[in-house]
């Protein structure tokens, strides 16, 4: 044994408490910018990548098949389909989440959705009014039926 | 040119419960440091080349965390490195060490002294993608839970099948000493149980240990001129591939397949999953390990048989001994080791880095 005695006793051992008080900006970056941009207009877009053909959303400028440069952003259909559900209930208000994924792109968009929101169903975005939009994912509201 | 045979000569560890509060991480390492060392009939001063911790430093509260590490793994002064990741990628960085010829002896430290870490929570969500996950208000168990219904209605994985394996492997644990999470579980149990975010509910989710672990790995030109016994490495591979929710898959764990793919063309042989005596494998959700055994290429019906037949993780895996973050890979390397020490045979390790990574390791060890 390494350490001949080890403390037994709680009262006699020692901690001290700190945290750790941290603050980032994260910058959107090129696709960002052109996805936010997107969002405050009430648009979803996903990258396009010319050469393999898939869309991506996240967006991103590179293609992460074929690791060409990508340029092109193209504005996914007016609905996506609800893949997966979760909720969590605090007290008598259950907060709902999905991903809800879009006809031909890969990956998708993790929201809150509406209480009646259930995997299958075809889904479409709720914006805030556009003078209260930031350019950030909070500026959908939810999913919603379509 | 034919490569080094590689081998783990010496592994202790301390810890494996809940909190330790009389012991400072410095210490803990030291602890197990000493007893891998002894076990080895290693002087770390003398006798090992190069060192590899694997810590990550929002886990240790510190950054730059590993300029602290040397000194109580005997390290001082000598070569010294970090892998910000899951042990079995440390392994794997020692692997290389050896084969290169870099080193004859090197030493992979990792731990958790979770406990420590009062707000955890915010540790684990600071890993969540900043711009399309947090600003939709998302976290990690929310996370975890839409991976969880995805995969389950993707591989057709039921409720019951993982009420099965958690009631399982909670018993194993009971037979493990090490598991401070060993308990006799009912299936009420389970479905009374809290709901994290459903379907996630608490008992899915190993709870968190602390302990650190330490192996002592070697060449087989030196462990044969010092007559040590060894735990051969036959195998290694690692891969990271696209989340679930950037276009991944979900119905198996990509990263698990390529890394085993990887491990088996090391190791020159073509294994399968059910080539090996022991399958220890990442169960820090329920879930997950069935998401990880199917990557291995097992069908439904062989995982379901083998949760049933107690096949996997006979040690009772995280679900028994606790999530000990990037000491998750070295713990089942740990389990893995005192079985084929005892038993021989031959073992399949598999390990994730957790969540939200689609980052795992394979490790193919035999006795
Ligand atoms: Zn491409």
């Known amino acids: ?146 | 040119m034919v490569l080094k045979r590689v081998g783990i000569v010496g592994i202790g560890y301390e810890g494996f419960r809940p909190s330790l509060p009389d012991i400072s991480t410095r210490e803990m390492m030291f602890m197990a440091a000493s007893r891998a060392y002894e076990m080895a009939s290693v002087d770390p001063r003398k006798d090992v080349d190069t060192f590899i911790c694997c810590t990550e430093d929002f886990w240790e509260g510190w950054s730059i965390t590993d300029e602290m590490v040397p000194d109580q793994i005997g390290a001082a002064q000598r070569p010294l490195c970090t892998v910000t990741s899951d042990s079995i990628n440390g392994i794997a960085n020692a692997f290389m060490h050896i084969q290169s010829g870099l080193s004859d002896v090197v030493v992979v430290e990792a731990h958790s002294k979770v406990a420590d870490v009062v707000t955890k929570e915010d540790v684990e969500n600071l890993g969540l993608e900043p711009l399309y996950l947090r600003t939709a208000g998302v976290d990690v168990d929310m996370l975890a839970a839409l991976e969880m219904d995805y995969f389950m209605r993707a591989a057709s994985v039921s409720r019951a099948n993982l009420d099965e394996l958690i009631v399982l492997e909670k018993r194993n644990g009971l037979k493990n000493q090490r598991a401070s999470y060993g308990m006799v579980l009912s299936r009420e149990d389970i479905d009374s149980s809290e709901s994290l975010v459903e379907p996630l509910k608490k008992y899915d989710r190993a709870e968190y240990a602390e302990g650190s672990v330490v192996a002592v790995i070697a060449s087989e030109d030196w462990i044969k001129k010092r007559k040590l016994d060894a735990i051969y490495i036959e195998g290694v591979g690692w891969s990271s591939t696209l989340p679930w929710y950037d276009g991944g898959m979900v119905e198996k764990a990509e990263y698990v397949e390529r890394a085993f793919k990887m491990a088996r063309k090391v190791a020159g042989k073509s294994y399968t999953a059910k080539s090996f005596d022991r399958v220890e494998v990442d169960d820090t959700y329920s879930y997950k390990a069935f998401q990880h055994l199917f990557a291995l290429g097992l069908s439904k019906e062989d995982v379901v048989e083998g949760v049933k037949s107690g096949q996997f993780n006979k040690g009772g895996g995280s679900m028994g001994a606790g999530n000990m973050i990037e000491a998750n890979g070295l713990y089942r390397v740990l389990e893995a080791y005192t079985s084929l020490e005892n038993e021989g045979g031959q073992a399949l390790v598999v390990s994730w880095r957790g969540q939200p990574t689609a980052t795992g390791g394979v490790l193919i060890l035999s006795g």
């Not at chain 1, 910018?33 to 979803?44: L, V």
């Not at chain 1, 293609?63 to 909720?87: H, L, M, P, Q, T």
């Open chain 1, 1 to 146: 044994m390494p350490i001949n005695e080890r403390i037994c006793d709680v009262t006699r051992i020692r901690n001290w408490q700190d945290s750790i008080p941290l603050h980032y900006l994260y910058t959107t970056g090129i696709a960002g910018e052109r996805f936010f941009k997107g969002i405050m207009q009430g648009k979803i877009l996903a990258s396009r990548c010319k050469r393999c053909k898939e869309s991506f959303i996240p967006p991103r400028i590179y293609c992460v098949n074929c690791y060409s440069k990508i340029e092109e952003f193209v504005e996914v259909g007016g609905r996506g389909r609800v893949v997966a559900v979760a909720e969590r209930r605090k007290g008598r208000k259950r907060i709902r989440y999905a991903f809800v994924r879009f006809e031909g792109i890969k990956g998708g968009i993790i929201h809150s959705i509406d209480d009646d929101v259930k995997v299958g169903d075809y889904v479409k975005p709720v914006f805030l009014p556009r003078e209260k939009r930031k350019g950030d994912l909070s500026d959908i509201t939810f999913f919603v039926k379509t």
